[in-house]
């Protein structure tokens, strides 16, 4: 089966380039992924398979039967949008909308899922179940796993594999990480009320800005000292306000941020940990405050009977030598996690970098990839769908 598989993705990679360029020149934002859609619908219908469209809002979703002699129901899923970034590779296909490009690499993504659906496409008799083909909208504002749920993309589905470029690793590679791969990530805003006043006589007024700087000092300070180091939590105060003039002391101060952790008892406590912190500094210089503390994504949690398939797939396709076994998980986040509420499953690492240039970090406006890594994912993922099937209980 894998001969067949690598044997059909390289007779399509032509092809797959093609799609690749077209999006990365054509890029949507989150939400917006009208174009993007219903391009990958029409690859889809090519390929007869099942088509739902407007799943998730801009979201499409394929469903692939295979030989029915299996009754599970595994998933695939990739995301489709762009960021507002204005591309700087000078690359012949570069965007070619100012100011959005595909920095994080999920217009790779959205080709490596729409290459799996050909090959598998192709193969489906020797597929002893079906496949769902999850094409999401909206992850770079951690929305559209939400929309896909809320509409029923993962109804029936017992396991789902994903994928994220990774500029770290060379392109050809592959890496599998047991556990934690990504942080949860949430949200928190931060509001502080003084009392406005004249700059030369600060003992008359409040002073938003230099408690807000006390605040976030201690932030930092504390997590050194009252948080477990062994349940990482990191706190970036990216967003502050305040102030209207250099001779006027700042009534207000609104500051906004991230707060990142791994493990869910540190996670659930946090909010009550930052709110006594802050309740605490401004109640010693006479300020109000209000917090507000959004929870985002949890925690992508890898399983791990899905990430032994995906490391058996790749000790068999690549060889020990481009198979990485990851020893830490990142703190960026993903909602993949979302879908890991409904079922099990295990998301890996596309190495895209390439070993003859410096390779920019996900986000960089000269975000590049090695386009040979298309072939490795598709091949990866379309090969642990067969074993999927073959091996799991």
Known sequence: MFSEIKDLTESLFPRLLEIRRHFHAHPELSGQE?????????????????????????????????????????????????????????????????????????????????????????????LSGNVRFLFQPAEEIAQGASWMLQDGAMRNVNAIFGLHVFPSLEAGSVGICYGTLTAAADDIEIFIQGESGHGARPHNAIDAIWIASQVITTLQQAISRTQNPLH?????????????????????????????????????????????????????????????????????????????????????????????????????????????????????????????????????????VDESAILTGVITLSYAAYKYYQYSK
């Open 34 to 126: 009208y174009q993007t859609a219903a391009y990958v619908a029409g690859v889809l219908s090519s390929c007869g398979i099942h088509v739902q469209e407007n799943i998730g809002k801009t979201g499409v979703v394929g469903n692939l039967n295979g030989n029915g002699t299996d009754p599970r129901l595994l998933a695939i899923r990739t995301d489709m949008d762009a960021l507002p970034i204005d591309e700087q590779t000078n690359l012949e296909f570069a965007s070619c909308k100012p100011g959005i490009m595909h920095a994080c690499g999920h217009d790779v993504h959205t080709t490596v899922g729409l290459g799996t659906a050909m090959v598998l496409s192709q193969l489906a008799e020797q």
């Open 232 to 368: 990482p939590v990191v706190l970036t105060i990216g967003q502050i306000n305040g102030g209207c003039a250099p001779n006027i002391i700042a009534d207000q101060v609104r500051m906004s941020g991230t707060v990142r952790s791994f493990h869910p008892d540190t996670r659930a406590n946090l909010p009550q940990w930052i709110e006594k912190i802050v309740a605490n500094i401004c109640n010693s210089y006479r300020a109000k405050y209000e917090i507000d503390y959004r929870q985002g994504v949890p925690s992508v949690q890898n399983n791990t009977e899905l990430t032994r398939i995906l490391e058996s797939t790749c000790r068999e396709a690549w060889g020990n030598d481009r198979l990485h076994i990851l020893a830490e998980p990142s703190l960026g986040a993903e909602d993949f996690s979302l879908y890991l509420e409904h079922a099990p499953g295990s998301m890996f690492r596309l190495g895209v970098g390439c070993s003859e240039k410096f390779n920019h970090p996900l986000h960089h406006p000269q975000f590049e």
